[in-house]
């Protein structure tokens, strides 16, 4: 079988995945010390990648609770503000009268990670009680509200496109 066979047959048996952990403990402590570093996944809770659900847990609970990379304050600047500031999103990344409240209520304690590489969306972050975007609790007690509050947003550096209203 050539390798483009192999790789046809591959695709109609399902497709496959790859995994690579090519991040070491001591570069990513360098990176997250420094100020300009920011937290931010391309993950999401349908993507079948641990970081979906477990991003901002893991720094949290992780880098910020049990390593001390960096303190609780100084995470979730990077968080927040820090790349609100860099998307040009005006009114977001802060709690101030006139700003959208985009917030979530976890216990330093005990939020944790659990997403795993086999159950990647299965196995929810722990210590996350609430959860408010625009607002609105869309988070509680481990499950979500009928709420859906979200809207997609734009950068004021991203033109709008021909179609779109300015």
């Known amino acids: 079988m050539t390798p483009v066979d192999e790789f046809i047959q591959i695709v109609k048996d399902g497709g496959a995945g790859v995994v690579c952990t090519s991040m070491v403990d001591d570069d ?4 997250y010390r420094q100020p300009w570093v920011m937290v931010a996944s391309d993950g999401g809770i349908g993507t079948r990648h641990p970081r979906g659900a477990g991003t901002f847990p893991r720094v949290l609970g992780r880098y910020v609770r049990d390593e001390k990379w960096l303190t609780l304050p100084e995470a979730i600047r990077k968080m927040t503000s820090a790349p609100a500031d860099r998307l040009k999103l005006a009114g977001r990344g802060r709690l101030v009268a006139g700003a959208i409240a985009d917030v979530v209520l976890f216990d330093p304690k005990t939020i944790a990670d ?15 009680d609430k959860v408010f975007v625009g607002g609105q609790l869309v988070w509680e007690n481990g499950k979500t509200t009928a709420a859906r509050p979200g809207t997609v947003l734009r950068s004021a550096r991203t033109p709008s496109r021909p179609s779109e209203p300015r």
């Open 114 to 128: 659990r997403s795993t590489f086999s159950d990647p969306g299965i196995l929810l972050a722990t210590g996350i």
């Open 28 to 31: 990513m402590r360098a990176f």
